[in-house]
């Protein structure tokens, strides 16, 4: 059987996998509601973190559009950098998908000799690494630039106050 093949047939189980390991990285009651609560409206930070995981994992598998894959990486990425994230704790998604992927169909790269079928594959999520840490960084500058521009506008709000109580000469 191919790495592929092995793969799609175990997509389900790596995906469960896959965002186990991910909501983990929350406070346990945070990531048993992202796990067990669904639906869009009820959950959507988990909704998000779900469906975009299940679409980065099809696209990986399928035409692997690089636009695609931007947007389903930083539907991720926005989350986790606005919660505060480290860069290396916002991105762990992606080595995380490596190991879910290696736990369940490891023992058939090495017992059947697909070993540059795993190499291929890394190389693949490699790039996936670099895009989620370009996107977060990406994520982050926008936050800073909103905050600098909320204080400008504060401190020339003030000064403006502080102008007009300013008693004629």
């Not at 023992?107 to 795993?118: D, F, H, I, K, Y």
């Amino acid at each position: 059987m191919s790495l592929d093949a092995s793969i799609k047939q175990n997509k389900g189980q790596i995906l469960n996998l896959w965002l186990k390991k991910f909501t983990d990285t929350y406070p346990e009651q945070s990531a048993q509601f992202f796990q067990n609560s669904p639906g869009q409206f009820n959950n959507p930070v988990g909704y998000t973190f779900r469906v975009n995981m299940e679409k980065i994992f099809d696209e990986l598998f399928q035409d692997n559009d690089p636009d695609n894959m931007r947007k389903y990486v930083d539907g991720i990425t926005r989350i986790r950098a606005v919660q505060g994230f480290s860069p290396s704790e916002a991105v762990s998604f992606v080595p995380m998908l490596r190991e879910s992927l290696w736990e369940v169909c490891g023992q058939e790269v090495s017992r059947e000799g697909l070993l540059a079928n795993w190499l291929e594959l890394t190389q693949k999520l490699e790039k996936l690494a670099h895009l989620a840490f370009d996107t977060y960084m990406s994520c982050r500058e926008q936050l800073w630039k909103q905050r600098a521009e909320m204080f400008h506008n504060r401190t020339r709000k003030l000064l403006e106050r502080a102008i007009a109580k300013k008693p004629a000469e």
